[in-house]
């Protein structure tokens, strides 16, 4: 039986991994201009958060979970609404970016780089921060742990 099937014209190639995420030719920031950034973060940010924390929490003990909460929010929301920058990644020209399309991440992206990754430094008792730390350090691309989990990388700009 000679029977002729046209079927669609389809671009999936089993030898692709068309599923898997390729980062897209950038510059990738390497561990020191992001610990700058990370440190200018906390001069800039930080350290008035802090002050202002003290001031409206009249030094209580609730002073320490209102700065944690505000300094977490910034860390997840700024990078969304501002393409990829916080203050401190601003100044150093470094942004972060989804590795799929180079945009800016999303509330998605954001929430798995950083409370998902809080949890696994949290569960490996901060040895997954040191092999974080050596990948972006290390590896061609710059990305450590948390930019897997969160389909990210921060870039030059």
């Not at 920031?29 to 700058?36: D, L, V």
């Not at 200018?40 to 940010?45: M, S, V, Y």
């Not at 509330?107 to 040191?130: D, E, K, Q, S, Y």
């Amino acid at each position: 039986m000679n029977e002729n099937h046209s079927y669609p014209s389809t671009n999936f190639n089993p030898g692709n991994n068309w599923d898997q995420q390729q980062p897209l030719p950038n510059d990738p920031a390497g561990f020191w201009i992001r610990f700058g950034a990370i440190l200018l973060d906390g001069l800039i940010i930080g350290i008035p958060l802090s002050v202002l924390s003290l001031i409206l929490t009249g030094g209580s003990s609730g002073e320490s979970v209102f700065t944690n909460v505000l300094s977490f929010l910034y860390a997840l929301l700024l990078p969304v609404f501002w393409n990829g920058y916080t203050v401190g990644k601003k100044i150093c020209s470094i942004r972060i970016i989804r590795v799929i399309n180079n945009e800016p991440p999303h509330i998605g992206n954001m929430l798995m780089r950083n409370v998902v990754w809080a949890v696994i430094v949290g569960v490996t008792f901060g040895i997954a921060l040191i092999v974080d730390w050596f990948m972006v350090g290390l590896r061609e691309d710059k990305r450590g742990i948390h930019d897997f989990i969160a389909g990210t990388q921060v870039v030059r700009v």
